[in-house]
Antibody, heavy 116, light 110 residues
Framework: QVQLVQSGAEVKKPGASVKVSCKASGYTFTTYYMHWVRQAPGQGLEWMAV????????TYAQKFQGRVTMTRDTSTSTVYVELSSLRSEDTAVYYCAREVGSFDIWGQGTMVTVSS | QAGLTQPPSVSKGLRQTATLTCTGD????????AAWLQQHQGHPPKLLSYRNNNRPSGISERFSASRSGNTASLTITGLQPEDEADYYCSAWDSSLSAWVFGGGTKLTVL
């Protein structure tokens, strides 16, 4: 079955970087765009970035420009998001999501906690 | 960046019908269509419909979506206890070149 499996929870200090992975299975990885969406505790959904797994081209939300990098490894069907210069406001659950029409398949989420 | 506007909460009785709204503008909902997602506490979101009223496989016909101008709507008929959740709309914004979300509506089934 189609699924996205994300890496485990992270705890980081302010100013550090974090890299979260999302491994896809059950379909042809290069066929569909992949996104990262985050959700701060008790808050709504916030779109961060998208990648075309076929060519590797990316688009980032303006809010994260300069701090976020999304990459993919076609050999392992995995996408990554790296967020740098972390601050407390980056504490959130980070989700990867496949795009078929909209966000049709979601990973289980990765909790990233930024705390000194 | 600008997002879509949803009412924070809606309450309806068991077996009643709830209609949730999502207001955007000509750069997103009106021209690109909207999608609806359901999220239960502690779980990832689940896609209910996309491009206004296309339902993914396995989604109940009790969920139907529509659009009129800048406003998208999700209608849930025959409300069940398991429908109590947060509902988000989303759309591609061609002006921002970004996906935008509504703030979410918490649906309470009384």
């Amino acid at each position: 079955q189609v699924q996205l499996v994300q890496s485990g929870a992270e705890v980081k200090k302010p100013g550090a970087s974090v890299k979260v992975s999302c491994k896809a299975s059950g379909y042809t990885f290069t066929t569909y765009y992949m996104h990262w969406v985050r959700q701060a505790p008790g808050q709504g959904l916030e779109w961060m970035a998208v990648i075309n797994p076929s060519g590797g081209s990316t688009t980032y939300a303006q809010k994260f420009q300069g701090r976020v990098t999304m990459t993919r490894d076609t050999s392992t069907s995995t996408v990554y998001v790296e967020l740098s210069s972390l601050r407390s406001e980056d504490t959130a659950v980070y989700y990867c999501a496949r795009e078929v029409g909209s966000f049709d398949i979601w990973g289980q989420g990765t909790m990233v906690t930024v705390s000194s | 960046q600008a997002g879509l506007t949803q009412p924070p909460s809606v309450s309806k009785g068991l077996r009643q019908t709830a209609t949730l709204t999502c207001t955007g503008d000509s750069d997103n909902v009106a021209n690109q269509g909207a999608a609806w997602l359901q999220q239960h506490q502690g779980h990832p979101p689940k896609l209910l419909s996309y491009r206004n009223n296309n339902r993914p496989s396995g989604i109940s016909e009790r969920f139907s979506a529509s659009r009129s101008g800048n406003t998208a709507s999700l209608t849930i008929t025959g409300l069940q206890p398991e429908d109590e959740a947060d509902y988000y709309c989303s759309a591609w914004d061609s002006s921002l070149s970004a996906w935008v979300f509504g703030g979410g509506t918490k649906l309470t089934v009384l």
